[in-house]
Every structure is written in C-alpha cells, then in structure tokens.
C-alpha cells in the first residue's frame, strides 16, 4: 500500500478517535455537575480554659487555648454528581478543612430512582436525622456556628479540635419514600441502616483533655456524642446495626416543613448498651425572614465508672441529654436583586449528661450575627456570641485555675463563597 495512503488512513482513523472522544467528553460533561464552596474565618474566645497536649489526640497542640484569636481555612469542598443512567446518580462531597492539611469525603454515594416516589441511597451518607445535617454547608445556612442539636448531641462536628470532616455521615443505606401527600403537603419519609455510633471503650463519652491549671488534671469534658471516631472510620465496633428515621410534613404552599426523627442502635463493642435518640425539627422560610428550630433527646445506658482514671467526672451510669435552639433572621435591606443585608439571633441550650457533677458543657447560649451578601454568591459574616455554663458555682478550682470562666464570649469574621 503507497505511504501516502497510508497517511490518510491513519490521519482518518485518528480524526475518526479525536471526535469519538470529544463526543464521549461532550457527553459526560453533561451528565456531570460540579460545584462547591468555601469559607474562611477569624475566631476569637474570652472565657475558656487552657488545655494541654493529649498523646491520644495530636490533633490537640500544645498548651492549647481557644483564647487566642485564629485565622483558619474551615472549609473547602466540591460537590460532583454523575448521572449514570436517567435513573441513577453517583454523588460525592470532597472537603479540605484545617487549613488545607486534610481531605475528607463527606459522602460518597449511589442514588437509585426506583420509582417517582421510591428512592434508594447506599454507600456513605449524611445521616438523615433531624433538619441541620443534611443541610450543613455554610452557605445553606445564616450563621457559621452549628447549633448545639447539631454539636453536642448529633455528632455534625466531630469533635472541638477537630476541624474538618463537617456532617454526621456514616455507611448504610436509605430507603426514601417521598411526596405521600394532597393538596395541602406530603410527607416525606427516610429509613436507614447504618453502622451506628459506637466506641471501644467501656463508657460512651470517654473524650478526656488536660487541663493546663499547672497540675495537667484530667478531666472528662461530657460534652456530648461528638468524639465518637468509629462511625468516621466507616467500620462497626459490634455486629448491631443502627436503625434512623426521618419524617418530615412539607407544606405545598408555603415555604414551610416540620417533621421528626429517631435513633436506636447499640454502641458497645458487646452489643449490650443501647443509645436512643429522638427530635423534631422545624424550618419555615420566607424572602425576607426565616424561623428555624430542632430539638433533640438522647438516652445512653452503660455503666457506672470511668473507664479510665480521671481526676474530675468520674461515669455516674445511664444519662440524658437533650438539646434545643430556636433562630431567626429578617433582611431589612436588598439591593441589585442578589445583593442584601440579613440580622440573624439564634437561642440555644444544652444539658449533657446528668447533674452529679459539674460538666462546662451544660450552658446556654446567644448568638447574633448579620450576613452581608455584596457580590453574586459570596457573603461577609459577622457572629457574636455568649455563653453562660450553668451551675457554674460546682466547678472544680482546676478548670477555674486553667482560665474556665463562667461566660465565655466569641468574635467570629466569616468570608463564604459559593459556586
């Protein structure tokens, strides 16, 4: 065969690949959606106490001290999603947090449309419990701190020094039975299967920090469900799976729903000690206002006993907890159609574990803020907050000697973008 032939054979063949290709390109462009935000801030605390090093945690720093002011890259996270086929749909949140030094897939996970009505989800979710996790982007919402339904009892932040891996997601799935409803709403319901909430030691809230009051005490904090790192590792620590449900009412005329949840799994490594947790949520959403408001329970069985020698707050056995916030919003001024002023407050309370003794995270908490929106998409926030522990004359002379105080105040400066 002549060279030449061959030449416009082979440059034919290569033509014919190039717009093969570029039409494959062209097609899953498509079929793929990407988008994203971010946000960084100033923090600045009065009133908390200093903390030293923890070699179980070295994500803590030495002599920590949330009273010194910080600038942090908190969040930056692509959303993509990839239509498979009309019916399925791939979906993955990839999160760098603590200033760009760690990377996190918040979920990752297959959509499967069964029916207009019938929904299956597998693989890492958000757990659809109450309102505020599934809606956790900051973007989504008018203020940048999580309310305390959302900090102390579902575990959306996995622990106070750690700050990255937003959202309470775990492995399971969710069966999604949607717009069951008449003229007036529908419901909407999920059911899931999930590893489930869990750690390896004997008690449940086994977080222990040092305190820097010149002796290093130890001290169990009892701040909550939000240092449970099982469910973050995507593994179970027993062969009980926890069961979650989520019902919500969405009003078809009004922008407004209100619905309930619940959680019951076990968490010890035997398979002995339940954790139930129950909560309501509300959300009603108007152009120029908003009310918001979740309220959670908790019940934790296990047993009397540290689990590990701690100078203060020793395990008392079985607990409650429960949490509430309620928040408002108003936009007195709006301007250029995308661009507005918001005034937010918001109200929160927390009482975790039981009264036996002194615990810094039982507190009430006021928090005000206003969110500036100047440009398409990007917004400038500002939060004040205060916070008052409760029972605050029981506290140890440890944690008052390492800076504890009764009120703690916080300054925080937001930029938040989204695309």
Known sequence: MPLKLRQIILISFLIALTFLGAEKIGYAQERLQVRGYGNTHFMDHAGTPNVMDDPNTPEVEDDTSLNDGFFQLREFSLFFDFLITDEIIASTEIEAA????????????????????????????????????????????????????AFNIAPV????????????????????????????????????????????????????????????????????????ETSTELRDNNNNKALVGKLTFKAADLPFDMGISWYQGKWDKASSKNLRMAGAHLNWVGETWTLKGEYVKAQVEQNTGPGATVSINTATGDYNMQAWYVEGSVVPARYQNDKYLRLIVRYDDVDTNDKVAFTPWDRSRITAGMEWQFAHN???????????????????????NAGGEERIKMHMVSLIFSF
């Open 98 to 149: 603590d200033n760009g030094n760690t990377y996190t897939a918040n979920y990752a996970y297959i959509d499967i449309q069964v029916s207009d009505n019938v929904n299956i989800r597998a693989g890492k979710i958000l757990v659809p419990f109450l309102s505020y996790n599934e809606n956790k982007p900051s973007f989504k919402q008018n203020l940048m701190s999580q309310p305390f339904t």
């Open 157 to 228: 932040i996995g622990a106070p020094f750690v700050n990255s891996g937003f959202g309470w997601s775990d492995a399971g799935a969710v069966l999604n039975l949607c717009c069951l409803g008449a003229n007036i709403g529908f419901l909407d319901l999920k059911l899931a299967m999930i590893n489930g909430l869990g750690s390896n030691s004997d008690i449940l809230d086994d977080n222990t920090v040092y305190l820097d009051d010149g002796t290093g005490t130890s001290v169990r904090p009892r701040d909550g469900l939000i240092q449970n």
């Open 378 to 400: 990007t917004r400038f926030r500002y939060e004040w907050q205060r916070h008052e522990i409760d029972d605050f004359e029981n506290a140890p002379s440890p944690y008052k």
